[in-house]
């Protein structure tokens, strides 16, 4: 993969385009936060974005689930343009599973019911289908011993991993993750990590907004670095990490890996 200074990624041998953004650009008033990009993410690919505070990550991340509008250019989701409103958007949302910083689960709810709330309302899966999926997804995250807690009863990296089983539970063709270790003790990093890297494993496609550069190693086919609103880099993790060829991607480099 050659890497890119054009604000244009595209992965080599693409099969199916998942999420295509074209010149997409995003004003917040007069502060121009994304910049001419556009993206290529095929199914199954594990795409990782990494880049200094401030340039575009999280906004980048949260316009593929239009919980962020773009000011232009035109982003799709499995070859469908992302609608503006109403039950197409509804759809889109429940197709694009997204997992934050915070964990926003409902704090009156147990575990169980935040993971099987979505399936019931807007799926239409039956309470008893949908009780079954959602333990069998609380094992798959190793939690399903708190399915009756509620999430005050759960530390952070347990709540991350039951925010991350209600995503699957709506079974979508993409998962988004914006910092999703960010707010966590370091002792609770690691288990939230893993069960990202098998995700990646069993082929969900997935775009990672993160800090944890070991993750991008390991689990990332591709890391895009963003500075001041553009793509800068995209490479490989090899060559990124080993070999990054845009000034500015070094010096982020040279500050956050070991010497």
């Not at 959602?134 to 347990?158: M, N, T, Y």
């Not at 990093?189 to 098998?198: G, H, P």
């Not at 069993?202 to 890391?223: K, L, N």
Request: one cysteine or more.
């Amino acid at each position: 993969m050659a890497s890119s200074s054009t604000g244009t990624s595209t992965p080599a041998g693409t099969a199916t385009a998942m999420v295509q953004l074209t010149d997409v650009q995003k004003h917040f008033g007069s502060h121009h936060v994304l910049k001419d990009v556009s993206l290529t993410i095929a199914a199954r690919e594990v795409v990782v974005v990494v880049g200094p505070s401030g340039s575009g990550k999280s906004t980048l991340c949260r316009c593929i689930n239009r919980l962020e509008t773009i000011t232009s250019g035109t982003i799709a989701v499995d070859g469908v343009d992302l609608p503006a409103e109403g039950r197409a958007l509804a759809k889109l949302r429940a197709e694009v599973g997204m997992v934050f910083q915070s964990f926003n689960l409902f704090a009156h709810r147990t575990i169980l019911d935040n993971v099987t709330l979505a399936p019931i309302t807007v799926l239409g899966r039956s309470r008893k289908d949908a009780r079954a999926e959602g333990l069998a997804l609380l094992e798959r995250v190793g939690i399903a011993d708190k399915a009756d807690h509620f999430p005050a009863q759960l530390s952070g990296g347990q709540q991350q991993r039951a925010a991350i089983a209600r995503a699957l539970a709506m079974k979508p063709k993409v998962m988004l993750f914006d910092e999703p270790t960010s707010a966590l003790d370091p002792e609770m990093v690691s288990e939230v990590l893993d069960v990202m890297t098998s995700l990646a494993g069993d082929g969900m496609t997935m775009v990672v907004v993160t800090h944890e550069m070991g993750f991008a190693r390991r689990a990332a086919d591709r890391v895009i670095f963003m500075d001041d609103g553009r793509i800068v880099e995209e490479d490989t993790p090899a060559d990124f990490f080993d070999h990054a060829s845009s000034p500015r991607a070094q010096a982020f480099l040279s500050k956050i890996l070991p010497h």
